[in-house]
């Protein structure tokens, strides 16, 4: 999984998924997890080990920061 200012994007062998941050709905870090929530019960979990690019710290600040930006719905 990859996360950029657009959202979250996922592949694997058989295709290729993409949220934008307004499909999710928090963020949740606890110890070494980051929790992203798409839906009440739906999460992709993230175990600080995982992290092959970077900072773990740094990932999660920035998926923060770009959930947190996304636009608001409209009334």
Known sequence: ???SEQGLREESEVG???????????????GD????YIGAANAHVIPKYSIREGDYH???DKAQ???QSKPLPSP
């Open 1 to 3: 999984m990859t996360v």
């Open 33 to 36: 997890y980051t929790y992203i």
């Open 16 to 30: 290729e998924s993409r949220i934008n941050w307004n499909g999710v709905t928090k963020i949740i870090s606890a």
């Open 65 to 67: 920061h770009w959930f």
């Open 58 to 60: 740094t990932f999660v």
